[in-house]
């Protein structure tokens, strides 16, 4: 994501990315991220994730639009009896996707990839009130952290999930997503440094172009 050839306002933005360079004229197909989801279809017989646990040792480093915290140690959630590595995370001010239109005041992007090179993105909404301890820490950590990375994650666990796309160039489809409904909080004085820090690193929703999108409640 090491870059200075796109970004999110003037004549970088994303409205241009496909246009930028040649190996980003995915950002220009159907199937991108991220999206206002608004209908979706309930469907109990989807799996429940089974998440990652432990302490995450991980590793910050910068780029222009982001900072990148790379968990160095194996990280493995389990999807439909598919095995996921979590290879990194960052924060987008504020949301990328939104919820009938609502953008949330930000969003954490897990990303992991299987063995056979699948890439599935965990979607986290942070909105204003209590203080959200590991979020402050990640946010004040010099070079190396330790913490517990499910801190970062809503105790409902429903999420909402539809096949889409990489947020930045290339944008490359065939990204399988999981977004959760409900967020994890975030105070104001953290959110104002996260904000500073990020400015206004979203991408605006797409079309969803007929695509199904599922949700699965957590019971
Ligand atoms: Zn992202």
Not at 93 to 113: D, L, P, R
Not at 118 to 136: C, D, H, M, P, Q
Request: proline fraction near 4%.
């Amino acid at each position: 994501m090491k870059n200075n050839k796109w970004g999110y306002s003037g004549n970088t933005a994303p409205e241009y990315w496909e246009k930028l360079l040649d190996e980003f004229k995915d950002c220009g197909g159907t199937k991108q991220s991220p999206i206002n989801i608004s209908k979706s279809i309930k469907k109990n017989s989807l799996t429940k994730i089974e998440f990652w646990t432990g302490i995450a040792n991980i590793r910050k480093q910068n780029s222009d639009n982001f900072h990148v915290y790379f968990v160095e140690n194996s990280h493995k959630l389990k999807l439909d009896d598919k095995e996921y590595e979590l290879i990194q995370f960052h924060f987008h001010t504020g949301s990328e996707h939104t919820v009938n239109n609502h953008q949330a005041k930000m969003e954490i992007h897990f990303v992991h990839q299987s063995e056979d090179n699948n890439l599935l993105v965990i979607g986290v909404f942070a909105e204003l009130g209590e203080k959200n301890k590991t979020l402050s820490d990640v946010f004040l950590m010099a070079n190396h952290i330790q913490l517990e990375l499910k801190e970062l994650l809503p105790k409902d666990r429903s999420y909402y999930t539809y096949s889409g796309s990489l947020t930045t160039p290339p944008c490359t489809e065939g990204i399988k997503w999981v977004v959760f409904k409900k967020s994890i909080s975030i105070d104001r004085l953290t959110l104002q440094k996260w904000e500073k820090l990020l400015k206004n690193n979203f991408r605006p929703p797409l079309a969803v172009n007929g695509r199904k999108i599922f949700f699965k409640p957590d019971i």
